[in-house]
Protein backbone atom coordinates (compact mmCIF):
# COMPACT_ATOMS: atom_id res chain seq x y z
CA UNK A 1 0.00 0.00 0.00
CA UNK A 2 1.65 3.30 -0.59
CA UNK A 3 2.44 5.87 2.11
CA UNK A 4 3.53 9.18 2.66
CA UNK A 5 7.23 9.29 3.96
CA UNK A 6 9.36 11.89 6.03
CA UNK A 7 12.75 12.52 6.94
CA UNK A 8 14.64 12.77 8.86
CA UNK A 9 12.53 11.39 12.41
CA UNK A 10 13.99 13.49 13.99
CA UNK A 11 15.81 16.53 14.26
CA UNK A 12 17.60 18.65 16.85
CA UNK A 13 18.58 22.05 15.67
CA UNK A 14 19.86 25.07 17.40
CA UNK A 15 17.48 28.23 17.42
CA UNK A 16 18.25 30.48 14.46
CA UNK A 17 19.05 27.87 12.06
CA UNK A 18 17.55 26.93 9.02
CA UNK A 19 16.10 23.33 8.54
CA UNK A 20 14.77 21.56 5.86
CA UNK A 21 12.18 18.65 6.52
CA UNK A 22 11.93 16.40 3.08
CA UNK A 23 8.54 14.42 2.22
CA UNK A 24 7.64 11.68 -0.58
CA UNK A 25 4.29 11.99 -1.55
CA UNK A 26 2.40 9.21 -2.19
CA UNK A 27 2.78 9.22 -6.17
CA UNK A 28 -0.49 9.76 -7.65
CA UNK A 29 -1.16 12.59 -5.48
CA UNK A 30 -1.71 16.23 -7.03
CA UNK A 31 -2.08 18.13 -3.71
CA UNK A 32 0.17 18.32 -0.81
CA UNK A 33 -0.05 19.71 2.80
CA UNK A 34 1.49 20.12 6.08
CA UNK A 35 0.42 20.96 9.17
CA UNK A 36 2.37 20.58 12.62
CA UNK A 37 1.64 19.28 16.20
CA UNK A 38 2.83 20.95 19.35
CA UNK A 39 3.44 18.05 22.16
CA UNK A 40 -0.35 17.26 23.65
CA UNK A 41 -1.66 19.05 21.18
CA UNK A 42 -4.18 19.13 18.49
CA UNK A 43 -2.66 19.17 14.45
CA UNK A 44 -2.61 22.29 12.74
CA UNK A 45 -3.00 23.19 9.40
CA UNK A 46 0.34 25.06 7.69
CA UNK A 47 0.02 24.90 4.02
CA UNK A 48 -1.18 23.59 0.86
CA UNK A 49 0.38 22.98 -2.73
CA UNK A 50 -0.78 22.32 -5.85
CA UNK A 51 0.67 22.53 -9.34
CA UNK A 52 3.72 24.20 -8.26
CA UNK A 53 2.28 26.74 -6.00
CA UNK A 54 0.94 27.28 -3.02
CA UNK A 55 -2.52 27.40 -2.78
CA UNK A 56 -3.60 27.81 0.62
CA UNK A 57 -1.80 29.27 3.78
CA UNK A 58 -2.11 29.52 8.11
CA UNK A 59 -0.95 32.48 10.17
CA UNK A 60 1.59 30.10 11.26
CA UNK A 61 2.89 30.19 7.78
CA UNK A 62 4.79 33.38 8.17
CA UNK A 63 8.25 34.40 5.74
CA UNK A 64 10.37 32.08 7.69
CA UNK A 65 8.61 29.14 6.21
CA UNK A 66 8.48 27.79 2.21
CA UNK A 67 8.14 24.81 1.09
CA UNK A 68 9.02 23.57 -2.35
CA UNK A 69 8.74 20.74 -4.73
CA UNK A 70 12.16 20.14 -5.96
CA UNK A 71 11.78 17.79 -8.14
CA UNK A 72 8.87 15.19 -9.55
CA UNK A 73 8.93 13.19 -5.79
CA UNK A 74 10.50 15.23 -3.16
CA UNK A 75 7.93 18.21 -0.76
CA UNK A 76 9.92 19.73 1.29
CA UNK A 77 9.23 22.74 4.36
CA UNK A 78 11.94 24.78 5.04
CA UNK A 79 12.09 27.24 7.85
CA UNK A 80 14.70 29.52 7.48
CA UNK A 81 16.00 30.83 11.32
CA UNK A 82 13.98 28.39 13.65
CA UNK A 83 12.31 29.71 17.11
CA UNK A 84 12.04 27.54 20.15
CA UNK A 85 7.92 27.46 19.72
CA UNK A 86 8.80 25.83 16.19
CA UNK A 87 9.73 22.33 18.06
CA UNK A 88 6.70 20.38 17.36
CA UNK A 89 6.24 17.16 15.12
CA UNK A 90 5.66 18.16 11.51
CA UNK A 91 3.54 15.93 9.24
CA UNK A 92 3.61 16.26 5.57
CA UNK A 93 -0.09 14.82 4.16
CA UNK A 94 -0.91 14.47 0.40
CA UNK A 95 -4.38 13.84 -1.82
CA UNK A 96 -5.47 12.84 -5.12
CA UNK A 97 -7.77 15.42 -4.86
CA UNK A 98 -8.31 18.96 -2.98
CA UNK A 99 -8.88 18.35 0.86
CA UNK A 100 -10.26 14.68 0.69
CA UNK A 101 -8.43 11.38 1.93
CA UNK A 102 -5.78 13.21 2.90
CA UNK A 103 -2.97 10.72 3.83
CA UNK A 104 -0.38 11.77 6.13
CA UNK A 105 3.32 10.58 7.10
CA UNK A 106 4.85 9.51 9.74
CA UNK A 107 5.87 12.72 10.83
CA UNK A 108 9.53 14.85 11.79
CA UNK A 109 9.78 15.63 15.17
CA UNK A 110 11.99 18.89 15.33
CA UNK A 111 13.30 19.72 18.67
CA UNK A 112 14.76 23.56 18.92
CA UNK A 113 17.43 24.25 21.55
CA UNK B 1 -14.84 31.10 12.60
CA UNK B 2 -14.45 27.85 11.71
CA UNK B 3 -13.36 25.41 14.89
CA UNK B 4 -14.28 21.34 15.33
CA UNK B 5 -13.99 20.04 19.27
CA UNK B 6 -14.49 16.84 21.09
CA UNK B 7 -17.02 16.34 24.09
CA UNK B 8 -14.49 14.17 26.21
CA UNK B 9 -10.74 14.13 26.15
CA UNK B 10 -10.94 10.27 27.39
CA UNK B 11 -13.02 7.47 27.02
CA UNK B 12 -12.41 3.45 28.20
CA UNK B 13 -13.80 0.73 26.89
CA UNK B 14 -13.82 -2.94 27.54
CA UNK B 15 -12.54 -5.44 24.77
CA UNK B 16 -15.49 -6.16 22.92
CA UNK B 17 -17.84 -3.40 23.64
CA UNK B 18 -18.47 -1.00 20.98
CA UNK B 19 -17.18 2.47 21.32
CA UNK B 20 -18.72 5.81 20.33
CA UNK B 21 -16.33 8.86 19.65
CA UNK B 22 -18.31 12.54 19.09
CA UNK B 23 -17.20 15.24 17.81
CA UNK B 24 -18.88 19.10 17.75
CA UNK B 25 -18.47 21.30 14.87
CA UNK B 26 -19.04 24.68 14.27
CA UNK B 27 -19.29 25.76 10.79
CA UNK B 28 -22.22 24.28 8.84
CA UNK B 29 -20.99 25.17 5.49
CA UNK B 30 -18.26 22.39 6.06
CA UNK B 31 -18.90 19.35 3.69
CA UNK B 32 -16.44 16.75 4.35
CA UNK B 33 -15.37 15.44 7.66
CA UNK B 34 -12.64 12.97 8.37
CA UNK B 35 -11.56 10.98 11.27
CA UNK B 36 -8.19 9.76 12.00
CA UNK B 37 -6.35 7.74 14.67
CA UNK B 38 -3.44 8.31 15.98
CA UNK B 39 -1.25 6.24 17.86
CA UNK B 40 1.97 7.49 19.93
CA UNK B 41 4.67 8.82 17.97
CA UNK B 42 2.95 8.35 14.58
CA UNK B 43 0.78 10.20 11.81
CA UNK B 44 -2.67 10.32 11.85
CA UNK B 45 -4.27 7.71 10.32
CA UNK B 46 -6.99 8.05 7.68
CA UNK B 47 -10.03 6.12 9.56
CA UNK B 48 -13.17 7.21 7.57
CA UNK B 49 -14.39 9.91 5.94
CA UNK B 50 -17.84 11.15 5.12
CA UNK B 51 -19.74 14.26 2.80
CA UNK B 52 -22.16 16.34 4.39
CA UNK B 53 -25.21 14.93 2.13
CA UNK B 54 -25.12 11.79 3.92
CA UNK B 55 -26.05 11.18 7.26
CA UNK B 56 -23.82 7.71 8.18
CA UNK B 57 -20.87 5.60 5.96
CA UNK B 58 -19.97 2.13 7.32
CA UNK B 59 -16.52 0.90 7.18
CA UNK B 60 -14.69 -2.26 8.52
CA UNK B 61 -15.93 -2.12 12.23
CA UNK B 62 -16.38 1.21 12.17
CA UNK B 63 -19.35 3.72 11.62
CA UNK B 64 -19.54 7.29 10.94
CA UNK B 65 -22.80 9.37 11.29
CA UNK B 66 -23.24 13.08 10.58
CA UNK B 67 -26.20 15.05 12.47
CA UNK B 68 -25.80 18.43 10.37
CA UNK B 69 -29.13 19.49 12.27
CA UNK B 70 -27.04 20.35 15.45
CA UNK B 71 -23.24 19.63 13.54
CA UNK B 72 -22.49 16.72 15.47
CA UNK B 73 -20.21 14.13 14.35
CA UNK B 74 -19.28 10.42 15.84
CA UNK B 75 -17.39 7.67 15.57
CA UNK B 76 -18.19 4.13 16.73
CA UNK B 77 -16.39 1.33 16.57
CA UNK B 78 -17.98 -2.18 16.96
CA UNK B 79 -16.09 -4.84 19.00
CA UNK B 80 -13.24 -2.61 20.18
CA UNK B 81 -10.11 -4.23 20.37
CA UNK B 82 -6.40 -3.27 22.23
CA UNK B 83 -5.18 -2.61 18.67
CA UNK B 84 -7.74 0.23 18.93
CA UNK B 85 -6.06 2.32 21.69
CA UNK B 86 -5.23 5.65 20.38
CA UNK B 87 -6.34 9.08 20.25
CA UNK B 88 -8.96 9.51 17.71
CA UNK B 89 -9.33 13.03 15.90
CA UNK B 90 -12.64 14.53 13.73
CA UNK B 91 -11.41 16.85 10.73
CA UNK B 92 -13.09 19.02 8.97
CA UNK B 93 -12.47 20.66 5.36
CA UNK B 94 -12.17 24.02 5.43
CA UNK B 95 -14.63 26.00 3.25
CA UNK B 96 -11.14 27.48 1.91
CA UNK B 97 -9.15 25.10 -0.27
CA UNK B 98 -8.34 22.00 0.92
CA UNK B 99 -7.11 22.02 4.63
CA UNK B 100 -8.31 20.06 8.01
CA UNK B 101 -9.39 22.20 10.98
CA UNK B 102 -8.82 19.25 13.45
CA UNK B 103 -10.31 18.42 16.77
CA UNK B 104 -8.73 18.21 19.89
CA UNK B 105 -8.55 14.45 19.90
CA UNK B 106 -10.03 11.94 22.19
CA UNK B 107 -7.61 9.15 23.97
CA UNK B 108 -9.46 5.74 23.40
CA UNK B 109 -8.17 3.07 26.00
CA UNK B 110 -9.05 -0.48 25.71
CA UNK B 111 -9.26 -2.77 29.10
CA UNK B 112 -8.55 -6.04 28.68
Known amino acids: EPEVTQTPSHQVTQMGQEVILRCVPI?????FYWYRQILGQKVEFLVS????????KSEIFDDQFSVERPDGSNFTLKIRSTKLEDSAMYFC???????????FGPGTRLTVT | GESVGLHLPTLSVQEGDNSIINCAYS??????FIWYKQESGKGPQFIID?????DKRQGQRVTVLLNKTVKHLSLQIAATQPGDSAVYFC???????????FGQGTELSVKP
Open chain 1, 93 to 103: ASSRLTGREQY
Open chain 1, 27 to 31: SNHLY
Open chain 1, 49 to 56: FYNNEISE
Open chain 2, 27 to 32: NSASDY
Open chain 2, 50 to 54: IRSNM
Open chain 2, 91 to 101: AEKGTQGGKLI
